[in-house]
């Protein structure tokens, strides 16, 4: 577990979510991966009208997944070529950096001088602000595309192989808080392909450019800046060292630094939490971070569901993915769902669309709710399912 904080946070809201907020356009693309992929491919804007208008549109989580396959990224190899540099900026000459670093300076006991020369070395990177820009509205998301980025048998079998290799810190995690091994091990799978790639921005760049250089969400971005110099000071490791997403995740579970100072924990025992180096404290952390956000052990992700021709879809798309009604409710109008559900249980109605196909729908109960505080997106918790599951059934074979 992390030192006691010595702070108190000007907006809990912050540390509470760790990465995202509601409709902020992050949730799905922070991550190192989908640097490569979502953005040039599957993060849109959420459409107002979705019923994930919340948890679709992207927020800094703390994570941002891995998406596709790794051979086939059509975005690592540009990805991986010498990125362009912007305009010489010197962040310290400007005057909202200056008055944010006396603003740490004068709440957290940093050095004012220190601060500046940190940010006299940033280097602004135009890359970063334009893949945390949304794709144009006009593409077409899809789920059967997304999935098939993430189930390929490239990162299926490295997740048998992380599962071997730490059977015992998976099991220890899964017992002290009550969240599936399989659950454990997809997150990380579809956040890094186990620690594959975990960007390759400088954090400090990262969320400096976009503190300061991407208005639209300056106030999250200078918490989450906020956070990574307590971080990089508890870890007495200079901020210029750490690499992470475009979106300044870091580590095997690309944890945003609020949701490390939150979540994170030492399930190694060494006395850090150091989530790029120890994949002990990534499966640590993960399933705490399911277990405090509600994670309710034994009970299932997802259900499916029948629709009748005359469903009646808005009222239920529009009230979101937080689990509100039960089977009846939904049985009133028009949707059947299958398999056994306890009464009470209350169910979100989940839409998966699938470009110029079909649109998948599914009900989801409390844990489909709780992998999307990780990352705000039904795409992304239903591939986490998937791949969860796929990877249960190989282990068993083994
Ligand atoms: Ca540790």
Redesign the pocket.
Known sequence: MQAPRRIAFPDPSIAQLGRHRPGSPLSACSGALSALLFSALLCTPPSPASAQTDDQAPAPALTAPAALKLAAAPGEKAARRPRAQGPRIDYSLRAEVQAFIADLAARHQFGEDELKALFAQVRFDESIVRLMTPAAPSFKRSWEVYRSRFLDATRINAGLAFWRTHAEAISRAARTYGVPEEIIVSIIGVETVYGRITGEYRVIDALTVLSFDYPRRADFFRAELEQFLLHAREMKLSPLSFKGSFAGAIGYPQFMPSSIRRWAT?????????LRA?P??AIGSVARFLAEHGWRSGEPIVFEVRMQRDARLQELLAAGIEPKFTTAELADRGIEVQGSVPEAMPLALIDLPNGDNPTTYLAGPRNFYVITRYNRSSFYAMAVRDLALTLANARQRE
Not at 266 to 274: C, E, K, N, P, R
């Open positions: 030492d399930f190694d025992g060494d006395g850090l939490i150091d120890s002990v404290d």
